[in-house]
Nanobody, 114 residues
Framework: QVQLVESGGGLVQPGGSLRLSCAASRSILLYALNWYRQVPGKQRELVAQISSGGIINYVDSVKGRFTISRDNAKNTAYLQMNSLKPEDTAVYYC?????????WGQGTQVTVSS
């Protein structure tokens, strides 16, 4: 019932910043919003999540560098990524979740390289 479209990925130098957006097709008020990333040959990793009530969690490797946020009026989630490292290179996926289901976007490529 919820379609998600990620945007904002691209090529950035180490130490640079990117802001990812996840636009949803309908209200996200009742959903947790999640950012995952995946490198070829590796498992998909949960990077950050924000609950419908605003509770936020990050994977240790991005704490202090990434910020997840949501704008319910715009049906959009964001991931602000600062101080990017080459190991942050991955396809980043947005997901909206509740107790019953996950909805996934198609992903956006982030490449951190000099």
């Amino acid at each position: 019932q919820v379609q998600l479209v990620e945007s904002g990925g691209g090529l950035v130098q180490p130490g640079g910043s990117l802001r990812l957006s996840c636009a949803a097709s309908r209200s996200i008020l009742l959903y947790a919003l999640n950012w995952y990333r995946q490198v070829p040959g590796k498992q998909r990793e949960l990077v950050a999540q924000i609950s419908s009530g605003g509770i936020i969690n990050y994977v240790d490797s991005v704490k202090g560098r990434f910020t997840i946020s949501r704008d319910n009026a715009k049906n959009t989630a964001y991931l602000q990524m600062n101080s990017l490292k080459p190991e942050d290179t991955a396809v980043y996926y947005c997901a909206a979740s509740n107790d019953k289901i996950y909805y996934w976007g198609q992903g956006t490529q982030v490449t951190v390289s000099s």
